[in-house]
């Protein structure tokens, strides 16, 4: 069943043309990866999902992306609910300077819930998703700062987690974690993969090809190719596509 | 852009190509040795095993290696998968080849059974399809990969000749001839085999080029 669906998606940073004529459909309970060289407009389609865009100046949008049917660019779409439901995890973990405990229950806080037991219920229930209970159980109020880079990653899956949404768009989560921690995210997105949509945006082909259910490819805005990773990464039907994964393009 | 991986590939690829023509070689030897009763030629093919064996075993090598060192993806993952399992196909041709060249040495000194006409015919076809198997692989030739396919029904044709014959004109009427008879059979039946390994690299080439597998899939084959 499709997630978010795009239709004749364009968009403009002022004059440049960023994202041409896009037609996709995301799955839903499906890793979806995003391929491309740099400027392609991977990430600019990304944060069409959440409207994130919207924060840059000159910006323009048309098109449908419709999330659950609901077209989201139309101008009644609450941003605050909007961004509840589609979650974002960063290049660069960026977790509050406050405790672990305050890190996960403020998305939840901002949506009115206040009663302790609601929220500590919540912290374990995220903390056991992303598997950093064990480890963070007996710290809970340390600043989230100490945390390790992979740590800080994974508080900030929790955090979306912590409200509830239903699609986490990832933007390059593993680039600044060595391969381990890669390895452990990865392994994580696997797990979330049963309860949430998840698309991604990476540099790194390898793991698009390892993580991913469908794979698109695109190049100076347009989405060139859109399939199932397995055919992709073995049988791309598109030049663009084969020069691009296998190291010809540029 | 140009890689440092194409020269790699482009010497696997020599590697392949050279591994084809000592397999295609080992058949030539071995059928020919039948034919002038060659006793030296013979020994030669069996002796000569040894160098293909390890050359697939540097091919597996280098596959292994590439798969490994740049994590290949498309058409240069099918090149190197399909080049890994055409190695080994030719290695068991060139060991078929061992196989009539030994069948040979059995009968080397008894007198000829009959004069060869068809098994040096069938020696003939299985050389032309190894090497259309190994043009197609190298030339990326859907055509020829389609071509060789298609010779298979030829040399079944000829080993079910050959076979009726020394059955029904010599080991029926002569029990005596029997033992010379079964070698022929026996070598009949390993060119047969040769041929259907060649089948095998024609349907690897196929999906090297297209990605389509044809593989017990013989309908497929119509597809453009």
Request: proline share 3%; charged share 30%.
């Amino acid at each position: 069943m499709s997630k978010i669906v795009t239709k004749k998606l364009n968009l403009w940073y002022s004059q440049f043309h960023a994202l041409k004529d896009v037609h996709a459909s995301f799955e839903d309970k499906r890793i979806t990866a995003i391929i491309g060289p740099s400027g392609c407009g991977k990430s600019t389609l990304l944060r069409v999902f959440n409207r994130m865009n919207d924060f840059v100046d000159g910006v323009r949008t048309d098109g449908e992306v419709l999330i659950d049917g609901e077209d989201i660019l139309n101008g009644r779409t609450d941003l605050v609910t909007l961004r509840k439901k589609v979650g974002m995890v960063f290049q660069r973990p960026n977790p509050f300077p406050l405790s672990i405990y305050e890190n996960i229950v403020f998305g939840k806080k901002i949506h009115g819930e206040t009663k302790r037991e609601q929220l500590d219920i919540i912290v374990e229930k995220s903390l056991k998703s992303v598997l950093l209970w064990d480890e963070l159980k007996d710290k809970l109020n340390s600043s989230a700062l100490l945390l390790s880079l992979e740590q800080k990653q994974r508080l900030c899956i929790a955090r979306l987690i912590a409200v509830q949404p239903e699609v986490l768009l990832m933007d390059e989560p593993c680039s600044t974690l060595d391969p381990q921690a890669t390895a452990r995210i990865e392994e994580l997105m696997r797990e979330l993969k049963s309860n949430y949509s998840i698309i991604i945006v990476t540099h790194n082909m390898q793991q698009a090809a390892r993580v991913s259910d469908d794979t698109g490819f695109m190049l100076l805005g347009e989405l060139i190719e859109f399939g199932k990773t397995s055919e992709i990464f073995t049988a791309p039907k598109d030049r663009r596509t084969e020069e691009y994964i296998t190291g010809r393009y540029g | 852009m140009e890689r440092h991986f194409d020269h790699e590939l482009n010497d696997l690829n020599n590697d392949i190509l050279r591994m084809g023509a000592f397999a295609e070689e080992a058949i030539y030897k071995s059928v020919e040795a039948l034919k002038a009763r060659d006793r030296e030629l013979a020994q030669a093919v069996i002796d000569q095993d040894t160098m293909i064996d390890q050359l697939e075993l540097i091919i597996d090598e280098k596959c292994i290696d590439l798969i490994a060192r740049y994590q290949p993806m498309a058409k240069d993952l099918r090149f190197i998968t399909t080049g890994m399992k055409i190695n080994n196909e030719l290695e068991r041709i060139a060991d078929i080849a061992v196989d009539i060249a030994q069948r040979t040495l059995e009968i080397v000194d008894k007198p000829l059974l009959k004069p060869l006409i068809d098994i040096p015919k069938l020696a003939q076809v299985a050389q032309k399809m190894i090497k259309g198997a190994i043009d197609a692989f190298v030339n990326n030739d859907m055509d020829l990969a389609r071509q060789v396919l298609m010779s298979d029904s030829e040399a079944d044709q000829l080993r079910n000749i050959i076979q009726k014959e020394l059955i029904e004109d010599y080991m029926v009427k002569d029990g005596s001839t029997a033992p010379r008879a079964v070698q022929l059979l026996l070598i009949a039946r390993f060119l047969e085999r040769i041929c259907d390994h060649t089948t095998n690299i024609a349907e690897d080439v196929i999906y090297m080029i297209q990605a389509k597998v044809v593989k017990h899939h013989p309908e497929r084959l119509q597809d453009k």
